[in-house]
């Protein structure tokens, strides 16, 4: 045995993994934008009580899930296309995605 081992053939990538791969790509790009438009809504004030009554330390934890449900929610019908540029940033030269 001389220690160098034989040259492999790639494994054929089907149709079906790519699809499954770009599915997940996406994803995880939509929930990337739902965390930055979560952070985004917090800094505008979205969720804060505009009125002189506080509830207290409940209120704003709560607030904090309807913000993200907000930010989900917007993210998941079209966002603000931060999603889109992620995939493309993402997708490799040469390489295919469902864009």
Do not use: C, W, Y
């Not at 220690?3 to 995880?28: D, K, T, Y």
């Not at 800094?43 to 449900?69: I, N, R």
């Not at 966002?79 to 992620?86: D, F, H, K, S």
Request: overall charge negative.
């Amino acid at each position: 045995m001389s220690g160098i081992m034989p040259l492999q053939a790639p494994v054929p990538v089907h149709e079906n993994q790519i699809s499954a791969r770009n599915a997940q790509q996406r994803a995880g790009a939509v929930e990337f934008e739902a965390l930055v438009l979560a952070e985004f809504l917090r800094a505008a004030g979205v969720g804060k009580p505009t009125s002189g009554f506080e509830s207290g330390v409940g209120e704003d934890q709560f607030a904090s899930f309807l913000v993200d449900a907000q930010a989900r929610a917007i993210a998941a019908n079209g966002g603000i296309g931060l999603a889109e540029m992620v995939l493309r940033a993402a997708v490799a030269p040469g390489g295919k995605a469902d864009v």
